[in-house]
C-alpha cells in the first residue's frame, strides 16, 4: 500500500554536509519526495513532535537538539513507505545499524543520529501534517 513517511535530515546531518547524500539516498530508494523544506525548529514545536517521549530521560536533550540549528523536513511517498524508510536510516543507535544505513553511515549517537523515520503509517501521516499542508504536498498521478 501506497503510504506517506517524514524524514527529518537532524541538525548534524546538515551540519555535517549529509544533505545531499541522503537526497540522493531516498530518489536511489523509490521514494517520491512529496515537499521539502530547511527550518529551525523553535522549542514548542519540538516537544509538540516529541510529546511520546515527554517524561523520558532523553526528551529534553532531544528537543534542544532539533531545535539547535537548522533541519531539512521531507515528506515522502511510495508503497511501504514506512518501513522501507526504517530499512534504509537503520537502527537507533548507529552502532548497531546495519552497514550501509544512513545511521551506520552518518551517525554519530543515539542522540546525533542524521535523520528521523515515522514509526507507524499512522504516525507517518500525522508527521508529515505536523509540518506540510496538503497543499504544499505534490500528489503524484
Not at 524524514?7 to 548534524?12: L, M, N, Q, R, T
Not at 516529541?50 to 523536513?73: A, K, T
Not at 551517525?107 to 543520529?113: A, Q
Request: net charge negative; charged share 30%.
Amino acid at each position: 500500500m501506497t503510504e506517506r513517511t517524514l524524514c527529518i535530515i537532524k541538525p548534524d546531518g546538515v551540519g555535517n554536509g549529509h544533505v545531499g547524500e541522503i537526497i540522493t539516498r531516498i530518489e536511489r530508494e523509490g521514494f517520491t519526495i512529496l515537499g521539502m523544506k530547511s527550518a529551525r525548529l523553535d522549542r514548542a514545536t519540538a516537544e509538540h513532535f516529541y510529546e511520546v517521549h515527554r517524561g523520558r530521560p532523553f526528551f529534553e536533550d532531544l528537543c534542544d537538539m532539533m531545535s539547535g540549528d537548522r533541519v531539512v523536513l521531507i515528506a515522502l511517498e511510495r508503497e511501504n513507505a514506512v518501513e522501507h524508510w526504517r530499512s534504509v536510516i537503520g537502527a537507533t543507535d548507529p552502532a548497531e545499524a546495519e552497514e550501509g544505513t544512513l545511521r551506520a553511515l552518518y551517525g554519530v549517537d543515539k542522540g546525533k543520529n542524521t535523520v528521523h523515520g515515522s514509526d507507524s503509517p499512522e504516525n507517518g501521516m500525522r508527521e508529515v501534517a505536523v509540518f506540510f499542508s496538503e497543499r504544499e504536498l505534490i500528489e503524484q498521478r
